[in-house]
């Protein structure tokens, strides 16, 4: 485990370097369990892969702790005090089971023919096994609401686009490596595109900012 500032207001925790739902429980839980304290100094705890990252304002931060060398030295003995107290397992992760409709289609299958012929399989087949296991959502980023599932189906775990579009459609479910993800808003990207879903990833006018949350499970399910 190590801690490292990003930028001159934010700490980042890294529990290791993998893809590994492990890892990804502790992410999840130390952002649940700092975000819950309610500390003045912070402004956001962002969960990814395997690292949390802690958002602070440094003046509130040294107002707090006049005698800390740094506003980062500061909250670094607050949160590995926190990281100390937590179990070697953490508990289950509150999460939702969601099925999310998805295009297949020639129009909205942007890359559909290139992930079938470079695996070796027809279409048919590259989509059943797309379809054929439960994704979970390890963090939210790049986009507001863009959602980073795994793992892809190594059988289909195709590499990114050797030239990015400039424009991908708003709901284009793609596949990088052993990663899947849906866009939430049209955006250059270089994913290979699998299909198209309908659902509202980014709901800024709703009861949360976003559909999906770290931890939770996807399920693909096709129109």
Known sequence: MRYFPLGDAALTVEFGNAISEHLNDKAIALANAVASERFPWLIESVPAYASTTFFYDPLIVKSMFPDGETAFAAVREV??????????RVGDIVAEAID???????DAALDLDYIADISGLDQRETIEIFTSREYRVYMLGFLPGFAYLGEVDERIAVPRRSSPRTSVPKGS???????????????????????RTDLELFTPYGDTLTQLRPGDRVRFVPK
């Open 79 to 88: 949160i590995s005090g926190m990281v100390s107290r937590m179990p070697q």
């Open 173 to 195: 479910v793609g596949i990088a490596g052993r990663q899947t993800g849906i866009y939430p808003l049209r955006s250059p990207g270089g994913w290979q595109i699998i299909g």
């Open 100 to 106: 999310i409709t998805v295009d297949f289609g020639p």
